[in-house]
């Protein structure tokens, strides 16, 4: 093996030193398409490129496509082709970016730090984007909450997003790598840019986790804006989990997400309740109107029972906190909050943030009788892969 590439190899495994393991974070990129075409370019400086014991220098802003061809990957640049690879790897040299953007089917670029590995899994070509704890939860924030918060909001959701990390790092073990970087794992888009307090709050944060009376990560679920108040992990899910119960938040309530409506004709109404098993009783006088003084799992009509959730994911609504009234022949759907509601409410954080709060105290006031402490006191660990 050539002293340059294995000085590569070994520069890859050890990645993640400095962390609590020795490993990098393993996470499938576009892991929801179907990429065949993908664009790698090298942007803000040269990348190394390894597959099949050849190395070669992809120059800074210089292009390669690779294409999938079968169970091999053909790469090549505007000149020449470059070589045929089982898997190709491609590490970003100090201060290099890659840049990927998958053209087949076309998708925007994403700037990416660290080490891509790139194989054929049927039909597609799957990335792996190999980097340390830090890199990766500084992506995911900005993913998830933007930027231009507040220094204790973005403490707060690294704390979170560290948990999520620790708690359900084996996800997609039996797969090759430790989480994706869809929404159902933690929303990752690649290197974060574009606000210093992003990857400040990772580091000031250390190697804090939340952990239950067992001493275990938490299920550190988050949602938009809870609507005034949060859901319970029984209603929602039906696990029950002493730190995810209902918390009344008065913090959300300025954002446009706290209320929405949504209008339906009487007759679809009816003929929707039918089709769920409701039947009409020419004896009995049915009010259509059902409005609960708090979150609760199930709309009422007489005897007639429907979960909140089925009419949220039939009807594609905001969430499944709303009120039910008949107004002038048509039902109004008065709703509360954007997402499943349980757990961390970002924009109530947000606001608790700007006004003061600590991020301990945030976390604490969604998170109820929980505990933060050092990752290591509980040896939390990334499966080597």
């Excluded at 400086?45 to 079968?70: E, R, S």
Aim: contains cysteine; glycine residues 8%.
């Amino acid at each position: 093996m050539p002293g340059k590439l294995r000085r590569i190899l070994l520069s890859a495994f050890f990645l993640g030193c400095g962390q609590i393991w020795a490993n990098p974070v393993w996470i499938s990129l576009f892991n929801n398409s179907q990429v065949q075409n993908v664009a790698l370019t090298a942007y803000a400086g040269p990348v190394t490129a390894f597959g099949d014991g050849k190395l070669f220098t992809i120059a800074k802003g210089q292009a390669v496509n690779v294409v999938l061809n079968g169970e091999k990957l053909v790469a090549a640049n505007t000149d020449s082709l470059i070589g045929v690879f089982e898997q190709l790897t491609i590490i970003a040299d100090t201060g290099s970016i890659i840049r990927i953007r998958p053209v087949l089917p076309l998708t925007a670029s994403r700037n990416y730090e660290a080490t891509v590995s790139l194989s054929a899994d049927i039909g597609r070509i799957r990335m792996i984007n190999q980097l340390e704890e830090r890199s990766y939860l500084a992506g995911v924030i900005e993913a998830e909450t933007g930027t231009g918060r507040s220094e204790e909001f973005y403490k707060a959701v690294a704390v979170i997003c560290r948990t999520y990390l620790y708690g359900h790092a084996n996800r997609h073990e039996s797969e090759g790598f430790h989480l994706c970087d869809e929404t159902h794992c933690q929303s990752y888009r690649g290197k974060s840019r574009n606000d210093a307090r992003i990857p400040a709050a990772v580091e000031a944060t250390g190697d804090t986790v939340i952990v239950d009376n067992d001493s275990l990560p938490i299920l550190a679920a988050y949602h938009a804006n809870c609507g005034g108040e949060t859901e319970s992990a029984k209603n929602a899910w039906q696990i029950d989990m002493p730190y995810l119960v209902p918390v009344s938040d008065p913090y959300c309530s300025a954002f446009s997400n706290a209320r929405w409506k949504k209008t339906i004709s009487i007759d679809e109404w009816i003929q929707y309740l039918i089709k769920n098993g409701f039947k009409i009783n020419p004896a009995v006088v049915t009010d259509f109107s059902f409005r609960p003084d708090r979150r609760t799992p199930n709309y009422k009509v007489n005897t007639f029972v429907l979960p909140f959730k089925q009419i949220r994911n039939d009807w594609n609504l905001r969430s499944a906190f709303f009120d039910v009234s008949l107004e002038d022949g048509k039902i109004q759907l008065d709703g509360h909050g954007y997402g499943h509601g349980v757990g961390l409410c970002q924009e109530g954080a947000m606001e608790m943030g700007k006004r003061g709060y600590k991020y301990e105290e945030i976390i604490r006031f969604y998170y109820r009788n929980v505990k933060l402490v050092p990752a290591s006191k509980i040896q939390a660990q990334i499966p080597n892969l």
